[in-house]
């Protein structure tokens, strides 16, 4: 995935719409997805879980993969 605004994160982010921490699995962040899942799956009994699902959407659509360093 080239980065932000690019084709992988717009289908990172429309996965992560329709499950937070999805987007973060198919780019490559297992823990960043598992976190984010948790995280929503847990807030939603309290009627807060909409904040990590926004944050799983915005930050998969704006991730921008680290270039290696020689």
Same mark, same amino acid.
């Given at each position: @995935?080239?980065?932000?605004? %690019?084709?992988?994160?717009?289908?990172?982010?429309?996965?992560?719409?329709?499950?937070?921490?999805?987007?973060?699995?198919?780019?490559?962040?297992?823990?960043?997805?598992?976190? @984010?899942?948790?995280?929503?799956?847990?807030?939603?009994?309290?009627?807060?879980?909409?904040?990590?699902?926004?944050? %799983?959407?915005?930050?998969?659509?704006?991730?921008?993969?680290?270039?290696?360093?020689?």
């Amino acid at each position: @995935m080239a980065g932000q605004g %690019s084709t992988g994160n717009v289908i990172a982010a429309l996965a992560s719409f329709f499950i937070p921490g999805l987007g973060q699995l198919i780019q490559g962040r297992p823990i960043r997805a598992a976190v @984010m899942f948790v995280l929503a799956a847990i807030l939603w009994w309290f009627l807060l879980g909409w904040i990590i699902h926004l944050w %799983s959407i915005l930050d998969a659509a704006l991730w921008k993969r680290r270039e290696a360093s020689l």
